[in-house]
Each structure stands twice: as C-alpha cells, then as structure tokens.
C-alpha cells in the first residue's frame, strides 16, 4: 500500500453511482410494501395468506436470482447482469402499477425478486472490482447506503400516497423511476476489469484501470490482475473438466471464505433486523399514535435510522476495518435486543386485562389479557383511553373486522357503534407505557445495524473470493440472505405464538451472540489488502483473531494437493511449492 491515497476520479464516482441504484431499488423495494400492505389490504381484502404471499414470493424469487446470478456474473459479465436485473425490475414495477388483480400484482412481485436478486448479487461485486483498494469499502457501502436510503425513501413515498386509496399503484410504479436511470447510465459504463482480463480482454481492461487509476498505476494494477488470472488458468488447465462448484469445495481456502461469507449474511438476518422493522409501526402505536398516516411518517424517520448508520460506517471503515465494525456491531445489536425483549416482556407483565367480556366476541372471549389477544390474529383489543394517556388497567378482547381492520365486527370498537372519542382500537397492540421504551431500543438497533452488520456482510462478500469464485461464491451468499430473510418472514408469527414476543427477541439475541463467536474466530481484517490477496487470509488455522496485518500466504490449490505456506511470516522469505512458480512476498507487488 502506497504512503498517499490518491483522490477518486470523477469516473470512479459516476460508475458507483449508477450501480448503487441497484441498491437504492433493493431497499425501496424492501420499504415500500409494508406501505402498500396498508392499503392492498382494504383493496383487494387480502387475508394473512395473501399478505404473505406478496411479502414473500419476492424474497424466494430473489434468493432463486441470486443463485442464478452467481453463475450468470461469471458468463455474461457484470455489466450485462446489472443491465438484465435493471430491466426486469422496469418490467415488474410496471406490472405492479399496473395491476387489475392480487394474481397479476403477485406476478409482478414475482417479477421484481428476480430484479432485486440479480442486482443484490452483482452490484456490490462490480463496484469492489472497479474500485482502487484503499477505497473499496467505502465505495461498496455507498451501496449499502443507497439500500437504507431507498427503505427510507420508500417510507416518505408511502406516507405521502397513503391518504389515496389508489396510492399503492404509484408507490410501486415510482421504483421504475431509478431503474430506467440505471439502465441507461450502464449502457455507457464498462465491464468490471477483472471479469475482462479473466476472459481475455486485456487491452480493455487496461482502458477501464486508466479510467479508474490513471495510466501509472493503472500498468501496475493491471500486472497484478495479470499474474493472478496466469496462475489461476495453470490450476484450471491441470484440473480440466472441473466445475466451479467442485473447484470452491476442494479447495480448503476458498471453501472457509464461502462458509464465513455465507454466515455473515445469515447472521445479518437472524440478528433479528426483519423483526424490528416488523414491529416499527406497532411499536410507535404502542407509544401513543393512533393515525395510521402519521403512523407511516413516523416510521419513515425512524428507518432513517439505519441511512445515519450507514453514513456512518462510510467514514470508519477505512479506519477501524471491516472485522472491528462487524464485531463492535454485533455485540451492540446483542445489548439492544436484550432490551427490545425486556421492553416487549414489561409490557406483557403490565398488560392490561380483557376483563369486559362481550358474548357476541366468539374465541376472541376466551382471552383474559391483552398480550394474549393480540396473538391471535383474528382478535383485536378494545380500551378507553386513560385521559391523554394510552395506559389502562381494562378492555375487551373482540373479534377484528377483516373488511376493514380499524374496526371490530362486535362490541364497542366496531363501526356500527357509537364510538366515543376515548375508545381505542389496538388490533395489533397492547397500551402501555413501555412503549418508549420499545421505541429506544429499536431506534438504537438500528443506528448500530446501520454502522457494522447492514453494510459490511455485503462489502465483505465482495472481497474474500478469487476472481474465479467471485461471482459464484457471491450468489450462494446473497441467496443465503433471501433464504434467511423468507425463513424469518414465514415463521415469526408462529415463533410469537409459540414463545411470546419477548421470547423472540430474546432468542435473536442467543443467535447474535452464537454469531459474534463464529465471527470473532473466523474473520479476517481485509482493509487496504488487494482483492488478488485476501483470499489467502482463509489459509491460516482456524483462528483469524488477529488483525490480519501480517499474515501467511499459502497456496490455494497446488498441483501436489496439499496447502504449504508460501511466505514466512517473520522472516519474509519466498518458498517454492513443488510444481509451482516461485511467488513474491505480498509487500513485493
């Protein structure tokens, strides 16, 4: 690494812009449908299956893109993966908008998953491959920036169109908006260096390196490019026939990077993020909203949250380093967890009962609390309000109106009735005031979400793979997200029923602290390194509780099929591995 980080050029800038939009779409997508959730529900009269239907059919089929894109990246090239994913997200939007039917908007939603998973998985690996070292991460978390940005976004669109009932067409129909930008910008940007040099198009790659570089530095990068790709195609010839697939699981290194990988972002989803957005809405209730609208607003800006984060982790990882960022953030989702589920307990101890038993309220009678009522989803709670306050010792368990979930069918919360102006109608809370609490602690998760395991599972992932296990390697992790993300969304309800709210939160807390081991003994640092480097990092022992400053290179696949250290570390010496080239030390190239 060079004394003086030399400034990013204007090309470097214009190029992540373009593929960050691929981001900014998979966040807008991920905000915007608990909008229009709100009002889908009323125009279609949606029931909890089809609700779920819509949520999840787009993360399945994200997660099946993802898979595919891995192997697409590596045959079509970056570029061209990015222009398909722009293009079929134009094409599911419009769909979307569009819509005569729930069948038809589940195809679109269909439509925009493959979209959002084609350019989840190449987008993160296009901008590291373009990007000099010393700026990867940061130019990668603009990425991750732009996806908080676009779930933020998505927040201020549904709050602003959800005093429409024809709202939700225009919420989805405005995110072909920044995928016609993107498609035309990518028609004029070029492909990933690396993918080109692997593929054989050296004196374009060298155009783009000077683009990116300048003409000096750009000869070097290049040469390193070079070598490594030889080197690779001697192993790929002595092993003909071999398929990626088995390449990635034969060979020791490559296959610890892929587990690590993969378990950053199943970690990233079972830290329990998809929860706290979840509840974001019910959570403000809980402290004393009862618009639905303003409702909305508010947790727009407490989804800003995660974008502060995110802007925050823009300026530390180059300077703490992506394992800092990652562990730091981890230990503090553990502590906000803890007492998100605290808060969730205290307000099941403190929940008033359902002692104003109406004989008209079904199985909706049988519940004697309010945390108990609000399980069953067929059941809603009905209290006065406490004069300014939502707290109250007493209601009524009723059944909801599934024609319109603002009211109850029976009892003094339904539209017939003459609703006085302190009846409330908590269909998804309880009244307490433990709300605040609740709201703390999820505006502290994700400010700290924000800062380490949001953007760093992603720029990580961009990183620990060789050229040739890039794009594949970066699909099955990527999908391993989607694949996490559908299992959280498809059992978290039950999980409630099965041991509380609390409880959930309290196991998501087991499983980051399960996460932070599994991390804090297997991640690397891989700040400043060369992308053509960092994979040889997964070579040492089990151990990467170092830094990584210094660090053993072996061999990642050898022709004698054993793994032998090709540097030492401590007297900086070059070995030569039998039926291989000699290598220079690291601080050599």
Request: hydrophobic share 45%; with cysteine; glycine share 10%.
């Amino acid at each position: 690494m060079t004394e003086h980080n030399p400034s990013l050029t204007s090309f470097i800038k214009v190029l992540t812009f373009f593929a960050a939009l691929g981001g900014f779409l998979f966040g807008y997508d991920c905000g915007i449908i608990s909008g229009a959730l709100v009002l889908l529900k009323t125009e279609y009269n949606l029931s909890t299956l089809w609700q779920q239907l819509i949520v999840s059919i787009t993360i399945g089929s994200a997660a099946v893109a993802a898979l595919a894109g891995g192997f697409l990246n590596d045959i079509l090239g970056r570029k061209r993966v990015i222009l398909l994913a722009s293009f079929i997200f134009t094409i599911g939007a419009g769909v979307m908008a569009g819509t005569p039917n729930k069948e038809v908007l589940l195809v679109g939603r269909l439509v925009v998953g493959l979209g959002v998973g084609l350019a989840a998985t190449t987008v993160p690996v296009y901008i590291a491959e373009c990007a000099p070292p010393h700026a990867r991460g940061r130019l990668v978390i603009v990425n991750g920036c732009c996806i908080a940005g676009g779930t933020a976004t998505a927040g201020v669109i549904a709050g602003s169109f959800s005093y429409f009932s024809w709202g939700w067409r225009i919420m989805f129909g405005l995110s072909a908006v920044p995928a016609i930008i993107q498609l035309i910008g990518f028609l004029f940007l070029p492909e990933s260096p690396r993918w080109l040099v692997r593929h054989g198009h050296h004196q374009k790659a060298l155009e783009v390196l000077k683009k990116i570089h300048g003409s000096q530095q750009a000869e070097k990068e290049h040469e390193i490019i070079q070598n490594s790709e030889r080197k690779q195609k001697r192993i790929e010839h002595e092993q003909k026939g071999r398929s990626v697939v088995l390449q990635v699981l034969e060979t020791p290194a490559v296959r610890k990077a892929l587990i690590v990988g993969c378990g950053l972002q199943i970690i990233q989803q079972f830290a329990g993020i998809n929860t706290v957005v979840y509840y974001n809405g019910t959570i403000i209730r809980m402290s004393g909203v009862e618009s639905d609208t303003v409702t909305l607003w508010l947790a727009a800006a407490v989804s800003s949250c995660s974008l502060i984060g995110n802007l925050i982790s823009l300026f530390l990882v180059s300077k703490v380093g992506r394992r800092k960022l990652v562990l730091g953030s981890l230990a503090g989702l553990v502590v906000c967890l803890i007492f998100i589920g605290v808060a969730f307990l205290m307000i099941s101890i403190t929940a008033p009962s359902a002692d104003i038993v109406n004989p008209d309220a079904g199985i909706c009678a049988s519940y004697s609390t309010c945390s108990d009522c609000i399980l069953e989803e067929n059941c809603g709670f009905c209290f006065r309000q406490n004069g300014s306050s939502y707290v109250t010792n007493s209601g009524s368990c009723l059944p909801v109106d599934k024609t319109d979930i603002k009211h109850s069918i029976v009892g003094m919360c339904s539209e017939i009735y003459n609703k006085t102006s302190d009846t409330v109608w908590g269909y998804d809370f309880c009244p307490s005031s433990f709300g605040y609490m609740a709201l703390a602690g999820m505006v502290m998760y994700l400010l700290i979400f924000g800062q380490g395991m949001g953007p760093m599972p992603w720029v990580i992932n961009t990183e620990i793979y060789p050229t040739w296990a890039r794009g594949f390697c970066n699909g099955c992790a990527t999908a391993a997200n989607w694949i996490s993300n559908l299992i959280i969304s498809m059992t978290f309800l039950s999980l409630t029923e099965a041991i509380t709210r609390y409880g959930a939160f309290f196991l998501y807390a087991g499983i980051a602290v399960i996460g932070f081991v599994f991390l804090f003994t297997l991640l690397p640092e891989t700040k400043d390194k060369p992308l053509e480097d960092i994979v040889h990092l997964f070579a040492r022992p089990v151990c990467s509780c170092c830094t990584g400053e210094s660090y053993v290179q072996y061999d990642i696949v050898n022709t004698e099929g054993e793994e032998e250290p090709l540097l030492n570390d401590t007297k900086n010496e070059v070995k030569t591995i039998p039926g291989s080239d000699t290598v220079k030390p690291l601080n050599a190239l």
